[in-house]
C-alpha cells in the first residue's frame, strides 16, 4: 500500500491503533499477472500486498474510529456509482521516486473522485505527491530490477468494471488483508477523466 502517493504518516504503533488503506483491488486474471511480475524482480511487496489502485494510502486510525470510517466510507460509495478501468502499459516515477507502476488510462476521473472525497472529515490528510492512480509492480529495488518490471509488462492491457472498493489492514507481519468492502451503488452517471475520456 505504500507508493508514490501515500500520505503523510500520522502517528503510528500507539496502543489501540491499526493502520489501514483503501484501495480498488485489480480483478483475476490480471491480479495474478501483476504479482507474479513483481514478484520477478524481486520486490518483497509482491507477497504482502495484493495488486491495487490506491485510494486512500497507509493511514494509522484509532480502533475505535473503524466503525466511524466505515460510515464514512459507506456514505460515499452508496453515491458513486461503478465505473470501467483501463490499464494499459507501464510508466515510471523515476527519478522523484524509485517507482514502476502499470499506467491508468481509463477510470482516472472517478478514482479522483473517490480519493478527494475520502481523504476528508477523520481521515482528511495531506499528500506527498499529487494523487495519480496507478498499480505499483516495482518499489524501491535495484535499478536493473525497475528496468525490467518496466519491459515486462509494457504491452500489459486490461479492462474491467469496479464494483467496489476495499479497506486493508496492515497487520504486525507485514501483510495487507482485506478489512470490509464497500460497494459502490450510486446511479449512473458518466465521470470525466483527466485526459478528457468518459470513466462510465
Same mark, same amino acid.
Given at each position: 500500500?505504500?507508493?508514490?502517493?501515500?500520505?503523510?504518516? /500520522?502517528?503510528? &504503533? +500507539?496502543? &489501540?491503533?491499526?493502520?489501514?488503506?483503501?484501495?480498488?483491488?485489480?480483478?483475476?486474471?490480471?491480479?495474478?499477472? *501483476?504479482?507474479? +511480475?513483481? +514478484? !520477478?524482480?524481486?520486490? %518483497?511487496?509482491?507477497?504482502? /500486498?495484493?495488486?491495487?489502485?490506491? *485510494?486512500?494510502?497507509?493511514?494509522?486510525?484509532?480502533?475505535?474510529?473503524? #466503525?466511524?470510517?466505515?460510515?464514512?466510507?459507506?456514505?460515499?460509495? #452508496? @453515491?458513486?456509482?461503478?465505473? !470501467?478501468?483501463?490499464? !494499459?502499459?507501464?510508466?515510471?516515477?523515476?527519478?522523484?521516486? %524509485?517507482?514502476?507502476?502499470?499506467?491508468?488510462?481509463?477510470?482516472?476521473?472517478? =478514482?479522483?473522485?473517490?480519493?478527494?472525497? /475520502? !481523504?476528508?472529515? *477523520?481521515? #482528511?490528510?495531506?499528500?506527498?505527491?499529487?494523487?495519480?492512480?496507478?498499480?505499483?509492480?516495482?518499489?524501491?529495488? %535495484? $535499478? $536493473? +530490477?525497475?528496468?525490467?518490471?518496466? @519491459?515486462?509488462?509494457?504491452?500489459?492491457?486490461? =479492462?474491467? *468494471?469496479?464494483?467496489?472498493?476495499?479497506?486493508?489492514?496492515?497487520?504486525?507481519?507485514?501483510?495487507?488483508?482485506?478489512?470490509?468492502?464497500?460497494?459502490?451503488?450510486?446511479?449512473?452517471?458518466?465521470?470525466?477523466?483527466?485526459?478528457?475520456?468518459?470513466?462510465?
Amino acid at each position: 500500500m505504500t507508493d508514490q502517493t501515500q500520505a503523510i504518516p /500520522i502517528v503510528r &504503533g +500507539a496502543p &489501540g491503533t491499526v493502520r489501514i488503506g483503501v484501495a480498488v483491488g485489480i480483478p483475476e486474471p490480471w491480479a495474478t499477472q *501483476l504479482h507474479d +511480475a513483481r +514478484a !520477478r524482480v524481486g520486490d %518483497p511487496a509482491a507477497d504482502l /500486498i495484493a495488486p491495487h489502485i490506491t *485510494l486512500l494510502g497507509p493511514t494509522t486510525v484509532h480502533r475505535d474510529e473503524l #466503525a466511524q470510517v466505515h460510515r464514512h466510507l459507506a456514505a460515499i460509495t #452508496a @453515491e458513486h456509482p461503478p465505473f !470501467r478501468v483501463h490499464l !494499459r502499459g507501464t510508466a515510471s516515477f523515476r527519478p522523484v521516486s %524509485p517507482v514502476v507502476f502499470v499506467q491508468v488510462v481509463e477510470g482516472i476521473g472517478p =478514482c479522483e473522485t473517490l480519493e478527494r472525497r /475520502i !481523504r476528508s472529515g *477523520l481521515l #482528511a490528510q495531506e499528500l506527498r505527491f499529487h494523487y495519480h492512480p496507478h498499480v505499483t509492480i516495482a518499489h524501491e529495488v %535495484p $535499478d $536493473d +530490477a525497475l528496468d525490467r518490471a518496466f @519491459e515486462d509488462l509494457r504491452d500489459f492491457d486490461a =479492462c474491467f *468494471l469496479v464494483e467496489s472498493i476495499q479497506v486493508y489492514q496492515h497487520g504486525d507481519d507485514g501483510q495487507w488483508r482485506v478489512l470490509d468492502t464497500h460497494p459502490l451503488t450510486g446511479a449512473h452517471q458518466p465521470v470525466r477523466d483527466a485526459e478528457g475520456g468518459s470513466g462510465s
